[in-house]
């Protein structure tokens, strides 16, 4: 369906045909183009389904009062259809009820035969890259909250017409790695029987002369997932023979490369066998080595243009103050080895190789001062602000018993994402996809784990699951199969008008505005916030004795089965967008 094709589209499109009448009449065209026109949801259902504040916003530039505003342009609206009525509201808004049979109508054509979804205007192709969890260990409860926004985020986006890519970035180069291969190392030395301890103090000492101490040096690893991986690489008779000979002989360098290598793999099998526990998969997953391993990374001085390139004590900088960064950057070292964001550029600069039109960055909370630099660098290498987009994914507190549980990760006492699934217990996947998604991700998120492990409706999540449970309930007790069938009768149409029934037909209506409106901001936590009240608004129908739908017959029954039914779809809609599972049938049993 067209963008113009939404419920609040038409509302807008009728509001700016009464403004232009208002504004020919009383010769005031000249200030058409500096006046400000919106459509609002109304905060108060007894004024309306929507509302504007134009003549407030507009009353200097018009030079009139908001009641003289507002009422002339009340006079100028004529759409019965569509309109039960439109009213004025202090200090000055335009209200809409929309008609329930106009409502029925939209509705019916908007879901039917499947649910549509407005497309828009521009398709573009995108890369979205997410999560990105360093393969040093397993991954955090932060990157559980990207997984749930990236993923979500794409399935809106694919909503709209657009072709979305999702990669995954793996830092499998660098210093963390090359300490990730001396941890596996003193933890097989320790494995086979030798005593190890730990760096507590910095030292003059190199790596290399703590490994042959056998000390694991202060800035590695020590969490007890790296014993794992020391004892599955020494169950590999050919990996352990490498392993000893190399250190017989005493080429370190060659034997942690093979254990950083070792343990890249392995920990990226486990982070992708935690996102398939949580219902994400990855298009690709792009090495950082390959980048540096094809010469990609020496390139990146060419790339940008040549006056934001400089060297200044033999260190070569990207002049990244010029894009608005607190200071400029070195890509290249005076040794000559490469920085982060050397390498960093060159991924950047690969996407764009790739024919994509947009890109879109997910990044952690300790990110913010990384924006700057590397969207300086995107403008240089020739492409807009507006190709490349930048979000974050904010800190997760764990709270319980109102209290935050402590993380630390190098020591290996932290909450792992593989942790959290667990204990929220089979429908981990649902409620922490939910609980990550119903905050917007650019604030801190308090993850509640007494409320995510609740059974009952004031779970959020399962309060919504329950609403799509029990209208499928209904239809299985009245043995009905759930078809589609638009309500054309008018004595069908006649059993809509009582409140609560409209009411919910309105909020069904809202869907693929709030799916398009929740897609072109990224902020899923609106499409979580709309389905709570759509929710909401059909528990407070099913609760009232009139609406006990085993109890009609006729014609009534059959309007409020299809009444159910659009709700059922719009929730179902819903949920799948932000890869939550909307059941069927719901027990304490099953959950």
């Not at 024919?355 to 660098?377: C, E, N, Q, S, V």
Request: overall charge negative.
């Amino acid at each position: 369906m067209n963008v113009n094709q939404l419920l609040k589209q038409l509302v807008l499109s009728e509001l700016e045909k009464a403004i232009d009448l208002y504004l020919n009449k009383n010769n005031l065209t000249s200030v058409k183009d500096s006046l400000k026109i919106r459509i609002e949801y109304s905060r108060d259902e007894k004024f309306g389904d929507y509302s504007s504040p134009f003549a407030l916003e507009n009353k200097n530039v018009l030079n009139k009062n908001p009641k003289e505003i507002a009422e002339a342009v009340l006079i100028e609206i004529n759409n019965d259809s569509m309109f039960e009525f439109v009213s004025f509201s202090p200090p000055g808004f335009i209200n809409f009820r929309i008609h329930s049979d106009y409502l029925n109508q939209y509705v019916a054509s908007v879901m039917s035969p499947g649910v549509q979804f407005a497309e828009s205007p521009k398709k573009e192709k995108i890369l979205l890259e997410f999560v990105s969890a360093n393969p040093t260990g397993p991954m955090n409860i932060v990157s559980a909250r990207s997984a749930a926004y990236g993923d979500a985020l794409a399935n809106l986006l694919t909503s709209l017409g657009h072709s979305v890519k999702r990669e995954f970035y793996v830092n499998d180069y660098g210093n963390q790695v090359y300490l990730l291969g001396v941890a596996v190392l003193l933890r097989i030395f320790e494995t086979k029987g030798e005593a190890i301890s730990f760096q507590e103090e910095e030292s003059e000492e190199s790596v290399i002369e703590l490994i042959k101490k056998r000390i694991l040096p202060k800035e590695s690893y020590r969490g007890e997932y790296i014993k794992d991986i020391a004892i599955q690489c020494l169950e590999d008779q050919t990996s352990t023979k490498f392993v000893f000979d190399s250190v017989a002989k005493e080429n370190w360098d060659e034997v942690i490369d093979f254990l950083s290598r070792y343990a890249v793999d392995y920990n990226l099998g486990r982070q992708k066998e935690d996102l398939a526990l949580f219902g994400v998969n990855f298009d690709l997953f792009f090495s950082e080595r390959s980048l540096h391993e094809a010469g990609d990374v020496e390139k990146v001085p060419s790339i940008l243009k040549t006056e934001d390139v400089t060297t200044i004590d033999g260190k070569l900088h990207f002049l990244s103050t010029l894009y608005g960064d607190d200071k400029d950057r070195v890509i290249r070292r005076e040794d000559g080895r490469p920085t982060y964001l050397m390498a960093d550029i060159a991924y950047h600069y690969n996407k764009f190789t790739r024919g994509f039109d947009t890109l879109i960055d997910i990044w952690g909370p300790d990110h913010y001062g990384y924006i700057a630099r590397l969207k300086g660098a995107v403008k240089s290498f020739g492409k807009t602000e507006e190709s490349f987009r930048i979000l974050i994914a904010q800190q997760v507190n764990l709270i319980e018993n109102k209290e935050k549980v402590k993380m630390s990760k190098r020591l290996g006492i932290f909450q792992t994402m593989r942790d959290l699934l667990s204990y929220l217990g089979k429908q981990g996947k649902d409620v922490g996809r939910y609980f990550f998604l119903m905050r917007s991700s650019d604030a801190p998120l308090d993850f509640d784990l007494d409320l995510a492990k609740d059974e009952s409706d004031k779970n959020p999540v399962f309060y919504i699951q329950y609403a799509h449970a029990r209208i499928c309930s209904i239809f299985r007790e009245l043995q009905v199969p759930m078809e589609f069938k638009p309500l054309e009768s008018e004595i069908s149409v006649e059993f809509l008008k009582q409140e609560e029934r409209t009411r919910l037909l309105f909020w069904v209506a809202r869907l693929q505005e709030e799916v398009y409106d929740t897609a072109t901001s990224f902020e899923p936590h609106r499409l979580t916030n709309y389905l709570q009240s759509l929710s909401k608004s059909f528990t407070k129908f099913y609760s009232q004795k009139d609406n006990r739908i085993k109890d009609k017959s006729g014609s009534e029954r059959d309007t409020l089965l299809v009444l159910v039914l659009y709700t059922k779809l719009a929730l179902e809609s819903g949920l799948k967008l932000l890869g939550i599972s909307a059941p069927e049938k719901m027990s304490k049993e099953e959950i």
